[in-house]
């Protein structure tokens, strides 16, 4: 029996989980701060639901992250405060994100998030480590598919070039 076979909550981890769950707790904070300042920016009902929906998915996600790193003795990152609840109409015009503004932030955030949960799981050596990031990518995908599905239905989708041109055989 090795050091890796048992119990995978008594291995250690190595520095790349150890950075890795650092910097998934860094960014989930920031995030956090960022939508509560989208969602005080929003006015479609539907976007807010999914801000929403994100940020509680990330609290839940940094409980389990800074548990992991509290038990390893690892200090954790800092944490912007709480953004406080505004009213939309006291943001001015021109200061004021637009809902296709900040759907498209949420997919691409959405984005970068399943290749870092990706990313996390192939270079994991302990079992449990990796299941978690397999249950933030679940989560993540979820969250893709419902703003896809909004971005859509709103007309927010911004479409690449469509290849219709076929060469003639």
């Known amino acids: 029996m090795g050091i890796l076979s048992g119990n995978p909550q008594k291995e250690p981890l190595h520095y790349g989980e150890v950075f890795t769950i650092w910097t998934s707790l860094a960014v989930n904070n920031g995030l956090i701060a960022g939508y509560q300042t989208f969602f005080n920016h929003t006015g479609d009902k539907d976007l807010a639901k999914i801000i929403e929906e994100c940020i509680q998915m990330m ?9 992991l790193l509290k038990v390893n003795g690892i200090a954790l990152p800092p944490a912007p405060p709480e953004r406080p609840n505004a009213r939309i109409e006291a943001i001015p015009a021109g200061a004021k994100f637009n809902d296709p503004e900040i759907s498209a932030a949420l997919s691409l955030d959405t984005a970068a998030g399943l290749v870092a949960c990706s990313q996390a799981m192939g270079t994991c050596t302990r079992e ?13 995908a979820q969250i893709g598919a419902k703003l896809l599905r909004l971005n859509k239905e709103k007309g927010w989708l911004v479409l690449p070039p469509l290849h219709l041109d076929y060469p003639e055989s």
């Open 59 to 67: 609290k839940e996600a940094n409980k389990q992250l800074e548990k």
């Open 128 to 140: 449990d480590v990796a299941l978690m990031y397999g249950q933030f990518h679940l989560g993540k």
